[in-house]
Nanobody, 123 residues
Framework: QVQLVESGGGLVQAGGALRLSCAAS????????LGWFRQAPGKEREFVAA????????DYAASVKGRFTISRDNTKNTVYLQMNSLKPEDTAVYYC????????????????WGQGTQVTVSS
């Protein structure tokens, strides 16, 4: 069974940066797509970024494009989310997830989820 553990969340001022990490154990890491999602209070979980199994393809939500960067290191079984120019509206619990496909950008294509890490951006 795959386990995903996020880290790196915290409190930051608007305009600041954070780097989230997600370490995986279990099923072969490099065979599947990975993604980051977020959920703010009272809102549905939304897609943030995705990366293909090889790392050669990425996709981003329009709201974070140009500010966030997703990457993966298959030798360390870890996926990252570099978040720059953070805004108060980025405040949410951030989840990493592993897809059962090579590359996926919709929630329904993800079958394994981490416990989440809180990101709070103050104005």
């Amino acid at each position: 069974q795959v386990q995903l553990v996020e880290s790196g969340g915290g409190l930051v001022q608007a305009g600041g940066a954070l780097r989230l990490s997600c370490a995986a154990s279990g099923r072969t890491f490099s065979n599947y797509g990975l993604g980051w999602f977020r959920q703010a209070p009272g809102k549905e979980r939304e897609f943030v970024a995705a990366i293909s199994f090889s790392g050669t393809s990425t996709d981003y939500a329009a709201s974070v494009k140009g500010r966030f960067t997703i990457s993966r290191d298959n030798t360390k079984n870890t996926v990252y989310l570099q978040m720059n120019s953070l805004k108060p509206e980025d405040t949410a619990v951030y989840y990493c997830a592993q897809s059962h496909k090579l590359y996926a950008t919709v929630v329904s294509d993800y079958s394994t989820w981490g416990q989440g890490t809180q990101v709070t951006v103050s104005s």
